[in-house]
């Protein structure tokens, strides 16, 4: 049986712990509103930006030629894999690695065996994931939270955009965690490149679509497809971003509820220990009374 001195000292430091573990919930709950207006305020325009640029693409030519619309025959591929700068946020990151991981294994594994899956990390703990497993890893852009905002992602999309263009890689898709509430997230795979047309909304045939384009067809088209395969990645990086601080806060209020629940043992085994403590005590001290009465 351990001793009081070592129970103690075990008391106050998951006391200690557990101070730490609700200051951190408390921080990742104030930023976890931020995040959640963020993505919320984001999700609707970007919707309607992917539904305008299908609508628009069914009923015209020129986005058919566009280069981000050019299917090839997939040798090279990138995967961007957005997972977090730091831990204590439960099976977060690993959710994403892991489809990431599954990934590859459903859909490029010749392509892995020959060493044509490329990883942009964007976050610390995905790079670090796949230097491990010793995938070739483009740690350009792993610093973006640092500084999260549109320009930083815009750059990250940019980079995969003229590497498609240039045919250094034939596919690009993303895996992150989208953001459903602080207690569930759900990892998303979704294709970035070549982009994939979105159906025409039903009840309304493609065909029946005539357009006035102001300026011309081909500007309009030019900037529209660059414009929302930008603001697609920017989404799933607040998704992410969203789903991280929700999935730590998560944690840290379970490993605080663990640290009571411990503490409650602790407390239970102290005061047994010094119940049996005083108890030996008093047997000594009536023992030596009653050797004393008889001598």
């Given at each position: 049986m351990a001793s009081l001195k070592e129970v103690r000292a075990r008391i106050a430091s998951i006391n200690s712990t557990q101070q730490i573990t609700k200051a951190m919930k408390m921080v990742a709950a104030a930023k976890l509103r931020r995040a959640q207006d963020n993505i919320t305020q984001l999700r609707p325009y970007a919707r309607k930006l992917s539904q305008m640029l299908g609508t628009v693409s069914a009923g015209t030519s020129t986005a058919s030629e566009n280069p981000y619309k050019q299917t090839r025959t997939v040798e090279r591929v990138l995967l961007i894999v957005v997972t977090s700068d730091r831990g204590l946020c439960g099976a977060f990151n690993t959710n994403a690695v892991k489809g990431a991981l599954a990934l590859i294994d459903e859909k490029y594994a010749s392509q892995a065996r020959s060493g044509n899956v490329e990883i942009m990390a964007i976050g610390k703990k995905g790079a670090e994931a796949f230097q491990r497993r010793g995938f070739k890893v483009n740690t350009n852009h792993v610093e973006t939270f640092s500084s999260l905002n549109f320009a930083t992602v815009r750059a990250a999309a940019e980079e995969a955009m003229n590497g498609f263009a240039t045919g250094r890689y034939d596919v690009v898709e993303v895996i992150y965690n989208e953001f459903k509430n602080a207690a569930m997230q759900i990892v998303r795979t979704e294709q970035m490149?070549?982009?994939?047309?979105?159906?025409?909304?039903?009840?309304?045939?493609?065909?029946?679509?005539?357009?006035?384009?102001?300026?011309?067809?081909?500007?309009?088209?030019?900037?529209?497809?660059?414009?929302?395969?930008?603001?697609?990645?920017?989404?799933?990086?607040?998704?992410?971003?969203?789903?991280?601080?929700?999935?730590?806060?998560?944690?840290?209020?379970?490993?605080?509820?663990?640290?009571?629940?411990?503490?409650?043992?602790?407390?239970?085994?102290?005061?047994?220990?010094?119940q049996a403590a005083i108890t030996t005590e008093i047997l000594e001290i009536v023992g030596g009374a009653e050797a004393l009465a008889s001598a």
């Open positions: 490149l070549p982009i994939v047309s979105v159906e025409t909304p039903a009840g309304v045939p493609a065909t029946s679509i005539n357009y006035i384009f102001e300026p011309s067809e081909e500007e309009i088209i030019t900037e529209l497809i660059p414009k929302t395969i930008k603001i697609q990645l920017f989404k799933a990086v607040l998704d992410s971003n969203a789903s991280e601080h929700g999935a730590r806060m998560t944690a840290m209020d379970k490993a605080t509820e663990n640290a009571g629940e411990l503490l409650k043992e602790l407390r239970l085994v102290y005061n047994r220990t010094r």
